[in-house]
């Protein structure tokens, strides 16, 4: 008994909180790595329609956003009702795609100019014709790998293949 | 003297119990402005620019699946409306003709798949019609490689399987300026 009690006693009763600090810098990294800062602020509405034959897009330095919508509510005043095309962070119009694709080919290192991709971020709602335009437009700048950014179909059925 | 006493008696370490805190601020910050956007959809390879005319070849009516969709989001698909849900396996009978039918493709290879949309119809309406498309194409490959090799068809498979697959069923879609009745 009195083993026991001797040992019980010496025992420090407080949990050491000394890694504490290793914990959340593990935690903070991740989550920094993670982390994706929306470098545009979106002044058009984009909501995405929905499909099933869905690519992963890759590597992030790859790919340049173009977005297509209706403005927000916020500039609708200025910019009216109808779809308009959103580079960077400013609406512009379908020839400044071309300007648009070249600065951002600046960061990409050259051996890898083949394998950039323009990431359509377009509203369900928008219709074909300004697509069309975008489209056309990124034929003439000779950047035709594009990917129609999509919602994964909760519902329908796929074909299960993950494309390429 | 007094003095050099005193600075001895002070920790030469530095109180790093607020590192946590820190830390934990930081955290918050991260978590609060993390997206994890996903960042998926259809890709597509687009046609490359030629200011030339393209030259008119004339392909056979019957290899031919033309794909209509009009500013009201109907679709034609050779010369009959059809509901969407219906797309996939008319492609897929289409494309692999099972039967040898004298009205579809003569063989896969030869398959042409037309799609023209008009400037009126909603991206939404384009996009899964070309999500069928794509889904038609894909099941049929699937399909070949559980019976060539007995595995799913995926983007990670061999080289040579993927590439004798996509011969086989090579994947072509044309799309045609659309048409201009219904714009906004």
Redesign the interface.
């Known amino acids: 008994m009195a083993k026991f009690s001797k040992k019980r006693g010496k025992a420090n009763p407080t949990i050491s909180?000394a890694s504490?600090?290793d914990i959340?810098?593990m935690?903070?990294f991740f989550?920094?790595v993670?982390?994706?800062?929306?470098d545009a602020e979106l002044k058009v509405k984009v909501t995405?329609?929905y499909?099933?034959?869905?690519?992963?897009?890759e590597e992030?330095s790859l790919?340049n956003y173009l977005y297509?919508g209706r403005p927000v509510q916020r500039y609708q005043g200025v910019y009216g009702t109808?779809p308009r095309l959103q580079l960077g962070d400013k609406f512009s119009e379908v020839n400044e795609i071309t300007l648009f694709l070249e600065r951002h080919k600046l960061k990409v290192p050259e051996s890898r100019h083949g394998q950039i991709?323009s990431?359509?971020r377009?509203?369900?709602?928008?219709?074909?014709?300004i697509?069309?335009d975008v489209?056309?437009q990124?034929?003439?700048s000779?950047?035709?790998?594009?990917?129609?950014?999509?919602?994964?179909d909760p519902k329908r059925k796929?074909?299960?293949?993950?494309?390429? | 003297m007094a003095k050099t006493r005193a600075r001895d008696r002070m920790s030469t370490e530095i109180n790093a119990s607020s590192m946590a805190d820190i830390a934990f601020l930081l955290l918050i910050f991260f978590l609060v402005t993390t997206t994890i956007v996903e960042d998926k959809g259809i890709t597509v390879k687009l046609p490359p620019w030629s200011e030339e005319e393209p030259d008119i070849t004339k392909l056979k009516t019957r290899n031919v699946f033309s794909v209509l969709v009009n500013a009201q989001d109907q679709l034609l698909v050779r010369g009959e409306i059809m509901p969407i849900e219906q797309l996939r396996e008319k492609a897929k009978i289409f494309i692999a003709n099972p039967y040898n039918d004298e009205t579809m493709a003569e063989k896969p290879t030869k398959a042409i798949i037309s799609l023209k949309n008009d400037r009126g119809t909603s991206y939404e309406a384009y996009l899964q019609v070309y999500n069928e498309l794509k889904a038609a194409y894909n099941e049929l490959w699937n399909e070949l490689s559980q019976r060539k090799y007995g595995v799913p068809y995926s983007e990670d498979m061999k080289f040579a399987w993927k590439k004798a697959i996509r011969d086989e069923i090579p994947f072509v879609l044309s799309e045609a300026e659309p048409t201009a009745f219904g714009e906004e």
């Open positions: 909180t504490l600090p959340i810098f935690l903070l989550f920094m993670v982390t994706q800062l929306r995405t329609p499909a099933t034959e869905l690519t992963k897009l992030k790919v297509i109808k991709t990431s359509l377009v509203d369900g709602d928008v219709t074909m014709g697509v069309q489209k056309t990124l034929r003439k000779g950047q035709l790998k594009v990917n129609y950014s999509a919602r994964k796929g074909s299960g293949v993950e494309g390429e």
